[in-house]
């Protein structure tokens, strides 16, 4: 853990924000938990529908850019998806750390000026004017993406299915900011 917890703090060095939006982020809980107390650590977790989560993984699995290994398609992402939740799960339920974490649902903060105004104010940050027409212009192009389709093949929504903790997802979701 040594190396890990040192490979960390070279990474953030003086970041005071940082973050990632793959579901496996929260493996690390252990040593981040370790490094930092609960005042000093804000997690805004963005959770979304396994489909969405399961066909960016195959998307990023077969793009060349994405450098992510073939094998990292929707069954990694329903196994990482699962074990994110359980430790957001148990963070939630722990007095010392719950209020360090923030969850937001995906469609939700992609639609709503005022979500995301609530994050900037979680995160203590002020909204100028113009970062106030920046964050209109992105919502507006946000409601392309929304609506675009995304179908799984009949195998990979089996998958899903057959390994998915929906109940967890589901649990997790009640604690979303409004």
Do not use: M
């Not at 981040?32 to 979304?48: A, D, M, W």
């Not at 929304?146 to 929504?157: G, I, T």
Request: some cysteine.
């Amino acid at each position: 853990h040594k190396k890990e917890a040192e490979f960390c703090f070279n990474k953030l060095d003086d970041a005071i924000y940082t973050g990632d939006k793959r579901p496996n982020f929260l493996f690390s809980w252990n040593i981040t938990k370790q490094h930092f107390s609960p005042e000093n650590i804000k997690i805004i977790h963005i959770i979304r529908d396994i489909e969405d989560i399961a066909l960016s993984y195959c998307k990023r699995a077969l793009n060349d850019k994405d450098k992510w290994h073939e094998n990292r398609d929707h069954k990694t992402a329903i196994h990482e998806t699962n074990h994110n939740n359980e430790v957001l799960k148990g963070i939630l339920n722990d007095p010392l750390w719950k209020d360090s974490v923030l969850i937001v649902n995906y469609n939700d903060f992609f639609s709503s000026k005022a979500l995301v105004e609530k994050v900037f104010q979680a995160l203590n940050l002020t909204i100028s004017a113009d970062l106030s027409k920046e964050i209109d212009t992105f919502l507006e192009s946000s409601q392309k993406i929304l609506k675009k389709d995304r179908h799984l093949s009949k195998h990979q929504q089996r998958y899903i299915d057959k390994n998915f903790d929906q109940e967890l997802h589901n649990t997790i979701k009640t604690y979303a900011l409004q």
